[in-house]
């Protein structure tokens, strides 16, 4: 068994939806992002690169790399996922957190949870979702950015 942790920050720009957990919500601003700046499964991919000793998303997915131009997360995520099971690892239990005063993440947290747990083929019980403002402060409290912190366990794979 081995932790891992993972954070992430896009800043807010244009555009009239974001990317959270693999779901589009609707919201007054965009992110700025090479990819589709989903915060929640870009620290979920760090995290879980992070607990293999894999190194870090910018090195598997360079923002040079014209391929993740515009990427879906999910399939970042899942090419992951991928990477741990080669090495014998599964995710174990997931925990995220999400920075920001708006969008409210609430609502979605159930349906983040179920894509997430279905893209790296666990139960929706091992995979949690939940959010925080930062009372105003920062950059996330003053609407510049949307942020997400996840912590994961990766335990090995049975071999039956
Ligand atoms: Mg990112």
Do not use: Y
């Not at 990819?35 to 000793?53: Q, R």
């Amino acid at each position: 068994m081995r932790i891992g942790h993972g954070f992430d920050v896009h800043a807010f720009g244009e555009g009239d939806h974001v990317m959270l957990g693999g779901l589009r919500i609707a919201h007054g601003r965009g992110v700025i992002a090479h990819s589709d700046g989903d915060v929640v499964l870009h620290a979920l991919c760090d995290a879980l690169l992070g607990a293999a000793s894999l190194g870090d998303i910018g090195q598997h997915f360079p923002p040079s790399d014209e391929r993740w131009r515009g990427a879906d997360s999910r399939q970042l995520l899942r090419h992951c996922v991928g990477l741990l099971r080669q090495r014998g690892w599964r995710l174990g239990n997931a925990d995220i957190t999400i920075l920001a005063e708006r969008p409210k993440v609430s609502p979605h947290a159930t349906l983040m949870r179920e894509r997430i747990a279905c893209d790296c083929a666990v139960d929706i019980d091992a995979v949690s979702v939940k959010a925080t403002t930062t009372e105003k402060l920062g950059f996330t409290g003053r609407e510049e950015g949307i942020a997400a912190h996840a912590v994961v366990l990766i335990v090995a794979i049975e071999r039956t």
